[in-house]
């Protein structure tokens, strides 16, 4: 159990490094960005707490998942599996439950802690056969596996438009309608493996193309809705909806891009502190679409025109 543990911490510093960051470095930005999400979404946003458990829920049913379990089942006896279960689900339950009792919710960390434990014990509802339609058909499958990973997040979506609507606040329906394109945009942060690039037989601009209007499409699909009932409900809003709309496309445009100029690795720092510039400053975006465009045809280009066969 000790070396699993030992194994998963290999891990983790493994993935700052690759991501360009100092693993000690790397583990307090992320406990500061967290702290500062969170004390953020408690200050300034109604129903923090049921918004604020659904990444925590969504993280612990992934852990969950049927086939990584049977496999730990197969690595350990039950007394030991049981006891790996709980000390995962514990330590990604302790940050939130920490938050919630310091911002005194604690009867919500209680609930977490609870299905926590229920779910160190039990399978996920896969075992079931149960499998989560989508609306997306035979789109690409960034669209369909980030959906039914995501699926947490939708339900939160489908309660603050609810509430918005409920205690009529504009803000909170308006926050609903980015967290949806958070969403799309988390579904092109990791790569798929070559082979599944280098299968399309076209340019580097085609392939772009084609998976931006795909991407564009799929977060249509998901904003739709909620763009239309913040329409229907508050319009004299309507320039400041459109606003957040029309970025949403654009920033699933600029990650797509981004996802491809570090292709076939996964974004490193320089990209992601490029998105959270722009983020925070729009017009950035100006410069940085034009630059992520052309290192993405680089990187492309050495996929789609390997002859050799390389890739497979």
């Not at 499409?217 to 508050?234: A, E, K, M, N």
């Not at 909806?241 to 292709?263: E, R």
Request: hydrophobic share 50%; net charge positive; with cysteine.
């Amino acid at each position: 159990m000790k070396f699993y543990f030992q194994l998963q911490f290999k891990r983790i510093q493994r993935k700052f490094s690759d991501f360009g960051v100092h693993p000690i470095i790397g583990v307090l930005l992320v406990i500061g960005g967290f702290a500062l999400l969170s004390w953020y979404m408690f200050k300034e946003m109604q129903y923090a707490q049921g918004v604020f458990l659904v990444p925590a829920l969504t993280w612990l049913s992934n852990l969950s998942e049927r086939r990584r379990n049977d496999q730990l089942k197969l690595m350990f006896k039950s007394s030991k599996y049981i006891q790996i279960r709980l000390i995962e689900n514990g330590l990604l339950m302790l940050p939130f439950v920490l938050m919630l009792a310091y911002f005194e919710y604690g009867i919500w960390g209680f609930v977490l802690i609870v299905f926590g434990g229920i779910l160190a014990i039990m399978n996920q509802f896969r075992s079931f056969g149960v499998v989560v339609k989508t609306p997306f058909k035979r789109m690409p499958f960034e669209n369909i596996v980030g959906f039914r990973k995501g699926l947490g997040l939708v339900l939160a979506v489908c309660f603050l438009m609810f509430k918005s609507i409920e205690v009529a606040n504009y803000n909170l329906g308006l926050f609903s309608l980015g967290l949806v394109f958070l969403m799309v945009l988390s579904f092109y942060v990791r790569p798929e493996e070559k082979y599944f690039v280098w299968v399309f037989s076209c340019s580097p601009k085609q392939f772009l193309t084609q998976k931006i209007i795909l991407g564009l499409v799929g977060g249509s699909v998901l904003s739709v809705v909620p763009f239309g009932i913040i329409l229907w409900f508050y319009p004299d809003q309507f320039w400041m909806t459109l606003m957040i709309q029309v970025g949403g496309y654009i920033f699933i445009l600029t990650v797509i891009l981004a996802k491809y100029s570090s292709y076939p690795k996964e974004m490193g720092l320089g990209q992601v502190i490029l998105l959270g510039i722009s983020l925070w400053f729009p017009p950035m975006l100006l410069g940085v679409i034009p630059y992520l465009y052309m290192k993405s045809k680089e990187q492309l280009e050495l996929v789609l025109n390997d002859k050799n066969n390389t890739v497979i």
